[in-house]
């Protein structure tokens, strides 16, 4: 996913997660992707196939989605499903192929 996620004509990547304890509000999503080009933005919560979000990020991630903002929780897989579901990647046989706006 790095050429989704790679440049300035694309996504612009704002890390939240630290791998220090933090003083930042519990529940913030791990990242947050930003794509002027398309006018689009979206919360990540990055998680195992096994994780579970705490129960800061179930409320964050509400008033998220109250809002009108897009949030993903889940595995890079579900990073991925988000992007197929938006246009912006399409699966191919061997791998993703970026649709260039």
């Known amino acids: 996913m790095a050429s989704v996620f790679g440049d ?3 996504f612009k990547i704002v890390r939240l997660s630290q791998s220090r304890a933090t003083m930042q509000t519990p529940g913030i999503p ?5 794509m002027p ?3 689009m933005a979206v ?4 998680k195992t196939a096994i994780g579970r979000p705490s129960a800061f ?4 991630r509400a008033t998220c989605e109250a809002c009108g903002e897009e949030y993903v929780l889940g595995t890079d897989e579900a990073l991925t499903d988000w992007l197929v ?5 399409e699966r191919l046989p061997n791998g993703l192929r970026v ?3």
């Open 8 to 10: 300035d004509r694309d």
């Open 30 to 34: 791990d990242r947050r992707y930003y």
């Open 37 to 39: 080009k398309r006018r």
């Open 43 to 46: 919360w990540w919560e990055a």
């Open 57 to 60: 990020q179930v409320a964050f």
């Open 85 to 89: 579901g938006k246009g912006i990647v």
């Open 99 to 101: 649709n260039r706006a």
